[in-house]
């Protein structure tokens, strides 16, 4: 009879009420983001990455060329978005269009 005293919440997305329980399992589910690269290869923190263009870096005044290895990326929670380190370079964050999985 616990599901009775479950409190349900309105879920904007689907438009029901569903348990919140379950809402925020749907949640959590939703915020664990698959970032893919630009062939469709799963990446994760750690990976090592090759440019597919010249990439043209804002701010640092210059340019990335196509096969250059970046060799540890972190996730930074956006589907497109990885954080990357490279000498010369701080702050580098590149879309994942632009990376292939070594």
């Known amino acids: 009879m ?3 005293d479950e409190d349900y919440v309105y879920d904007e997305e689907s438009g029901e ?4 329980s379950e809402l925020e399992a749907k949640r959590a589910a939703a915020d664990a983001v698959e970032v893919r690269d630009a062939v469709g290869n799963l990446l994760a923190d750690g990976d090592a990455v090759t440019l597919i ?4 870096v804002k ?3 210059q ?3 196509r096969g ?3 060799p540890s990326i972190r996730l930074t929670g956006d589907a497109q978005e ?3 380190k490279y000498p010369g370079i701080k702050g580098l964050v ?3 269009e632009f990376v292939r999985k070594r």
Not at 53 to 56: E, F, G, H, T
């Open 68 to 70: 250059t290895l970046i």
């Open 2 to 4: 616990s599901g009775e």
């Open 63 to 65: 340019t990335l060329k």
């Open 82 to 84: 990885i954080d990357c």
């Open 94 to 96: 590149l879309r994942a």
């Open 53 to 56: 263009k010249d990439l043209d």
């Open 17 to 20: 009420w569903m348990p919140a």
């Open 59 to 61: 701010g640092a005044g």
